[in-house]
């Protein structure tokens, strides 16, 4: 199956998903546990678009790896593996604020920092916005081409986001303050995978966050990589809450000069 397949469907399977998180969103949402943090809820629909997405890749290719953010991992035998956000701003999802995506990668290998993307969708149920990829041929929404966007004379707009643990919050915030001055205004969304899509999308220029999850960027690294921006998560001491950076080339290299390299 060629990148191509692979993305079509990635992008059949997350529709499906994303109508059936939008319906049950409608239906009312209830919390089924909190995971690393109080802040770190999973919702009932999180499980069963999760299990919808599973059910149908199982059918499509039984073979591959799968890897989601609520059932784990499970190792295939073709060398690809499904990382899987069945709902990406789970939080903002749960508090009814109408931002949260699907986000479904298909990746050759298991190690995130070694993996290579073949393909991916970050689908937004919401605003029906499908950001769509496929190694070499380039990221889509729709039938537009996406290219990231180069910061204006204002300064970057840059996303970020914080981490469930409040313990963090000190740190994250002194990230923002040393990227302020380059920056001409600051989104925090609640979802990682939208906030990439909307780098790749030319809507934001630059996004930083540390601490994502695999799920949470596979899809959406590949969104930016192939409409001609950079995703990095540099090597440091910080290894439990790796820095990701997304954008063009030379703000990423100013973000990351900023937010790691600082004292
Ligand atoms: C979320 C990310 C968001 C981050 C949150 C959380 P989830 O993923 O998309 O950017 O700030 O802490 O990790 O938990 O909604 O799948």
Redesign the pocket.
Known sequence: MSAADLRALAVEIAREAGELARRRRAEGVSIAASKSSL???VTEA?REVEALIRARLAAERPDDGFLG?ESGADDGTTGITWVV?P???????ASGIPL?AVSIAAVQGRDPDHWTALAGVVHSPVVDETFAVARGEGAFLGSARLQVSEPGAAGALLA?????DPATHAGDLAAVGRVMPIARDLR????????LAYVAAGRLDGYF?R???P??FAAGALLVQEAGGVFVRPESAEVVRRLCLAGGPELVAELQRRVLDAP
């Open positions: 802040a770190d809820i999180d953010e956000d709902i990406d701003g789970t939080v903002n999802y949260y970020t986001g914080f981490g469930y925090r969304g609640g979802s990682a995978a939208t906030d966050e601490g994502l999850q799920w949470d």
